[in-house]
């Protein structure tokens, strides 16, 4: 059964750091296109930022250019989604995504995604 296990969240100050990893069982990475959601209490699931299965595009949304960075290693089945300079409003839940073929202006949809991880945890507070 494919399986996506998100981890690297927890409680950090305005301005702090924290990598959130993807990691996934019983399938490949490598041949995936993978998205990186969040949903704050009260608000709907919203797209972070996506890579492309062979890594050909990546996408942010407007709140995440310039602080967050998407990356992936297929060699250890992961992908990365690197957070700076965080701020109280990137407070939610992270979930990772998973779909074979995604053209970009499609990535940032939760429906267009076959496989979810459980989601972890980012709390940004002083």
């Known amino acids: 059964q494919p399986q996506l296990v998100e981890s690297g969240g927890g409680l950090v100050q305005p301005g702090g750091s924290l990598r959130l990893s993807c990691a996934a069982s019983g399938f490949s990475l490598a041949y995936y296109a993978i998205g990186w959601f969040r949903q704050a209490p009260g608000k709907e699931r919203e797209g972070v930022s996506c890579?492309?299965?062979?890594?050909?595009?990546?996408s942010y949304a407007e709140s995440a250019k310039g602080r967050f960075t998407i990356s992936r290693d297929n060699a250890k089945n992961t992908v990365y989604l690197q957070m700076n300079n965080l701020k109280p409003e990137d407070t939610a839940v992270y979930y990772c995504?998973?779909?074979?073929?995604?053209?970009?202006?499609?990535?940032?949809?939760?429906?267009?995604?076959?496989?979810w991880g459980q989601g972890t945890q980012v709390t940004v507070s002083s």
């Open positions: 890579i492309s299965n062979r890594g050909a595009y990546t």
């Open positions: 995504a998973a779909d074979p073929s995604i053209a970009q202006r499609m990535c940032g949809m939760t429906y267009v995604y076959s496989y």
